[in-house]
């Protein structure tokens, strides 16, 4: 949350470039290509019925054309108080990184990008509703709604583009006619139901549907203004797999004014603290919901490919030793037993990986996230990786051939190595008998030291995770616990 000095620093800035503004403002209101939204923002949990709860709060947001805002006909006071393209020197902004797909390419051609991958075409124009950056800060934009016309300036469809607190995007696109509802809810335009996809909450799984609602924009981008103002609502309703409402979110404009300098700057007067106090309030509710309420929490899942998912999360520093010895060690053993690999992510901004010849035997392997490396390098054998990731991490075209690539070559040893032995700590016994654990690993043939320093950081972390949720008397939904995912493997085998 910001201190103290920066809400001050903030407010004086505001009402400075208010004082500019009342010199220098020519900004026509006429067509307004850009509006001003002073949000209420109701959330209302209703199952458990012991656990239900609701709250209701403001929110600012931007209505803008996205044609406008990339030719910087939005910019205002020469850019200093709201520009488009950067983060710093403004007062208010928006920039393309932050949205869809992870790069720097502009809003519309990320939009039409995920909208191509999906079938549905490249809007002539439209509005998008999101969250500014205020003073540097750029806080978490939950929802950003885009509302997309035809050539004819009809409005078509909607594409909602959802992010969690864990750094990923998803995008539901939402066309009329189309799926959609026959019936929408009362006050509203259009209504659609699908099955959940993307992991937001984490007090709900992704179990349910969605019924999302939406109440157009009064006009288009390019429409004549109207005597109303655009206040476009979107309701979104979350159904349990039987049908009961679990759920429910509203946002909706409460008011809407043409963005020029002085309208910007009396909602900043009016609200300076808004737009930094949403992850806050999500920080709140969730210790409201999980010590009050009693909600156990649902460990974040492996997304779903091809699903809508946009922006996954990155893989940390870990990860990408993991992912780099692993390359390291298929380049050499490729060649060597004349086998041909390829690792595709389902991840669409990860490229798949191919080594080995074109020729001889092909195994394809395809995961879901960075910890499919985790999983090759921190399980003793291949038939433990199997156990544990198998196919709920990664699938293989062949266990067989996967077993032979990641098993290490003979060795004199007959005990394990400090690093194999590093990485039977975490195994129940059962683990430790059923399945052959050999003297060496595949991939420890080099960087003996990095690989225990690796190993050594892994385990610590297990510990550190399960001891922080003990102090902080969290509570992980049974049966999910991270620190625990050998325990469950162990049951696994001893099922099978």
């Given at each position: 949350m910001p201190s103290f000095t920066t809400a001050v620093l903030s407010v004086s800035v505001s009402l400075a470039a208010l004082l500019y503004a009342r010199l220098h403002s020519r900004k026509s209101t006429t067509h307004p290509a850009g509006y001003v939204l002073h949000n209420q923002v109701t959330h209302a949990r209703f199952l458990p019925t012991e656990s239900a709860h609701a709250f209701t709060y403001p929110t600012l947001s931007l209505l803008v054309s996205l044609d406008a805002l990339e030719a910087h006909e939005l910019d205002l006071a020469r850019g200093w108080l709201f520009s488009y393209g950067g983060l710093?020197?403004?007062?208010?902004?928006?920039r393309p990184h932050p949205y869809l797909r992870p790069g720097n390419a502009s809003i519309r051609a990320k939009l039409e990008a995920a909208l191509h991958a999906r079938g549905a075409p490249a809007p002539a124009s439209a509005w998008m509703m999101t969250m500014p950056s205020f003073v540097g800060?750029?806080?978490?934009?939950?929802?950003?709604?885009?509302?997309?016309?035809?050539?004819?300036?009809?409005?078509?469809?909607?594409?909602?583009?959802?992010?969690?607190?864990?750094?990923?995007?998803?995008?539901y696109i939402l066309e009329i006619g189309r799926g959609d509802d026959p019936t929408p809810g009362t006050g509203f335009d259009h209504q659609w139901t699908f099955p959940r996809e993307f992991?937001?909450?984490?007090?709900?799984?992704?179990?349910?549907?969605?019924?999302?609602?939406?109440?157009?924009p009064t006009r288009g981008p390019t429409h004549a203004p109207s005597s109303i103002p655009p206040r476009p609502t979107v309701r979104v309703h979350l159904h349990t797999p039987t049908g009961a409402l679990k759920l429910t979110a509203l946002l909706r404009p409460t008011a809407s004014a043409p963005l020029t300098t002085p309208n910007l700057l009396r909602a900043l007067v009016r609200t300076p603290f808004t737009l930094f106090l949403s992850f806050p309030r999500i920080l709140y509710v969730a210790a409201v919901l999980h010590y009050r309420k009693r909600l156990d929490v649902f460990v974040r899942p492996p997304p779903r490919p091809a699903a809508g998912g946009v922006r996954w999360l990155p893989e940390g520093p870990l990860e990408r030793f993991a992912r780099q010895r692993v390359s390291a060690f298929l380049h050499t053993r490729t060649e060597e037993l004349r086998?041909?690999?390829?690792?595709?992510?389902?991840?669409?901004?990860?490229?798949?990986?191919?080594?080995?010849?074109?020729?001889?035997?092909?195994?394809?392997?395809?995961?879901?996230?960075?910890?499919?490396?985790?999983?090759?390098?921190?399980?003793?054998?291949?038939?433990?990786?199997?156990?544990?990731?198998?196919?709920s991490e990664f699938k293989v075209s062949s266990e067989r051939l996967f077993t032979t690539v990641f098993s290490p070559p003979p060795t004199k040893l007959h005990y394990p190595s400090l690093r194999?032995?590093?990485?039977?700590?975490?195994?129940?016994?059962?683990?430790?008998?059923?399945?052959?654990v050999p003297p060496r690993h595949a991939l420890d043939a080099t960087g003996a030291l990095t690989s225990t320093v690796a190993l050594l950081c892994f385990l610590a972390l297990d510990h550190i995770e399960a001891f922080v949720f003990r102090v902080m008397r969290a509570r992980i939904v049974p049966g999910e616990e991270p620190w625990k995912r050998w325990e469950r493997a162990a049951t696994r085998y001893k099922a099978s």
């Open positions: 710093w020197l403004r007062l208010l902004g928006l800060w750029e806080g978490i934009n939950p929802l950003t709604v885009y509302f997309c016309y035809d050539a004819r300036a009809e409005l078509w469809g909607a594409v909602l583009e959802v992010h969690n607190t864990f750094g990923e995007n998803h995008v992991h937001v909450s984490p007090f709900n799984d992704r179990a349910g549907t969605y019924s999302i609602s939406i109440r157009r086998v041909r690999i390829t690792l595709t992510a389902a991840d669409p901004g990860v490229p798949q990986c191919a080594f080995g010849p074109t020729e001889g035997e092909q195994l394809d392997v395809a995961y879901l996230s960075p910890q499919f490396f985790v999983i090759l390098f921190t399980a003793p054998s291949a038939a433990h990786a199997l156990l544990l990731g198998c196919p194999q032995r590093l990485r039977m700590r975490p195994l129940p016994p059962t683990l430790r008998t059923a399945l052959p």
